[in-house]
């Protein structure tokens, strides 16, 4: 029973030493645009924020924006000799907005941005990485 006790111990104590961090190479591009640079540029660039949320060493701005009108041409399939071939996609408008959460830290520099609301941009699958990960 007392090896039991102190076996089970022994795997607790290791396992709290794990801990999941976010790499670099898992951030999406908003992110890798943005963490580590002042909020007050972020701002000023893209507008003021919604609200705000003071959780003690952190505060989380929600921010919406990007309002555009997109016409997105039809989408065809590449047919013999260079030519169109049968249309795949069919020509739309889209209206492309983003809204982000912005976590900043005491020292006002921004700690990680997550997307609350994405729509598939005009070039890529998020319009918000296209928008606020442009330099």
Do not use: H
């Amino acid at each position: 029973m007392r090896f039991r006790g102190v076996t089970f111990a022994g795997l607790a104590i290791a396992l709290s030493a794990c801990t999941t961090t976010p790499s670099i190479a898992t951030r999406n591009p908003v992110e890798t645009r943005w963490v580590g640079q002042s909020a007050g540029v972020f701002f000023a660039k893209f507008g003021p924020p919604l609200s705000d949320v003071d959780s003690g060493g952190t505060t989380t701005f929600t921010w919406r924006g990007g309002y555009k009108t997109a016409k997105i041409p039809a989408q065809f399939e590449e047919g013999k000799d260079g030519k169109r071939g049968r249309q795949t996609a069919a020509a739309r408008t889209s209206y492309l907005s983003c809204t982000v959460q912005v976590v900043v830290g005491d020292d006002y520099k921004i700690r990680s941005v997550r997307t609350v609301s994405d729509r598939p941009g005009v070039n890529g699958p998020s319009y918000c990485a296209e928008f606020l990960a442009a330099e």
